[in-house]
């Protein structure tokens, strides 16, 4: 029987999403959704996730639930085609996890560059939260319960996809043929791999306070766009300036399509034009500014339409995850079972063994 194509992605409801989220996965997961090409399509919450290094501050998780939905349904996902749900509400995947801790060591978690990178940028080198070190194996659980093919992340997500893929291996070799190995999807645009935020910073990040939010009003946006960094040498519009570490043409490069410039820039044909005038000088900062502003106007303005259309009905924003959870916790306990008769901990359903027990002590 041919495998099944099924994708599994999500989000930490921590915040609101912003742009990073959208060109890194969000505006992906609309065309994969939509592209026929895959029999089922997860997306979920990770709320339990957000609790390992949110754990006091539950209420920062539960109100930021409902904003990650608003915003799934704003870029256009659609409950009729993807299933969303929240990772608490399936307890499928604390036991799958509880399972898989015994296939992983602690120096091979230590040895995880993004569980590395994550616990510095929390500054959790001295007391770890166990729950955040062993996230991989969580991730692992999150990913095969729904037995995904097919896993659309960022690259800095890579070493967590290996470490999925090292524990279904582990997994079918001692309880044999059960579990499905993933493959990553990485973005095609090489832009949105990783979008810096507002201030020239590696990372969008909402402590930072460098972010574009896709709730952000018009004029949130285009304040954010005239503060952006862009080349701290060009000074006067003559002077030459440099594309490479500029947020602003890095924002093009995820954003801009030829057919802007016909509407907003008609004195360009395309970006490489608009670099090149900029690289040789004459271009000032304000006027690629205003351009950029205009094009991401474009793409945010039919998003902050919907959502405000869904804000006026939340009961049935929680009915619809309430119903996604309801999917999701029936796909996961399929594949519990399948996990439970591998590793031999399906006692009372299995009937041989029950009946094999019974002969062995009446033939004592």
Do not use: W
Not at 247 to 263: G, I, K, M, N
Not at 273 to 279: C, P, S, T
Not at 320 to 339: D, F, H, P, Y
């Amino acid at each position: 029987m041919e495998q099944k194509k099924i994708i599994l992605t999500g989000d930490r409801p921590t915040g609101k999403l912003h742009i990073g989220h959208y060109v890194g996965s969000l505006r992906r997961r609309v065309e994969l959704q939509n592209s026929g090409l895959y029999d089922k399509i997860f997306i979920f919450e990770a709320d339990g996730q957000a609790l390992t290094d949110n754990i006091d501050d539950p209420e920062k998780v539960r109100q930021n639930v409902i904003e990650v939905a608003l915003d799934y349904l704003a870029c256009g996902i659609d409950p009729a085609k993807s299933t969303i749900f929240i990772q608490s509400q399936i307890p499928e995947l604390c036991e799958l996890t509880f399972y898989f801790m015994d296939l992983v060591t602690v120096s091979r978690l230590q040895r995880n560059p993004t569980v590395k990178t994550e616990i510095q940028m929390r500054n959790f080198e001295t007391s770890i939260p166990v729950g955040f070190f062993t996230y991989p194996i969580s991730q692992a659980a999150d990913i095969t319960a729904f037995k995904a093919t097919t896993v659309p992340v960022g690259e800095d997500q890579e070493p967590m996809l290996e470490q999925a893929r090292e524990i279904v291996r582990r997994f079918n070799y001692i309880y044999g043929d059960t579990l499905v190995e993933p493959e990553i999807l990485l973005p095609d645009n090489a832009a949105c791999l990783r979008l810096p935020g507002t201030d020239g910073k590696a990372k969008m990040s909402k402590s930072l306070g460098n972010c574009i939010y896709l709730s952000d009003s018009a004029d949130e946006v285009e304040k954010k766009i005239r503060s952006m960094y862009t080349d701290p040498d060009h000074l006067k519009v003559s002077d030459p300036g440099k594309v490479e570490g500029n947020t602003v043409f890095t924002y093009l490069d995820a954003f801009s399509r030829p057919e802007h410039f016909c509407r907003y820039l008609p004195d360009y044909a395309n970006l490489d034009e608009l670099k090149a005038h900029y690289r040789r000088g004459g271009l000032g900062d304000v006027k690629v500014k205003k351009f950029l502003s205009a094009v991401m106007q474009e793409e945010l303005e039919p998003i902050r339409t919907r959502r405000k259309e869904f804000e006026q009905d939340i009961p049935a924003v929680y009915d619809m995850l309430k119903k996604g959870c309801e999917v999701a916790r029936e796909a996961a306990a399929e594949t519990l079972s399948e996990v439970r008769r591998a590793m031999k901990i399906n006692y009372f359903d299995d009937e041989e063994l029950i009946a094999g027990q019974a002969e062995r002590f009446r033939t004592k």
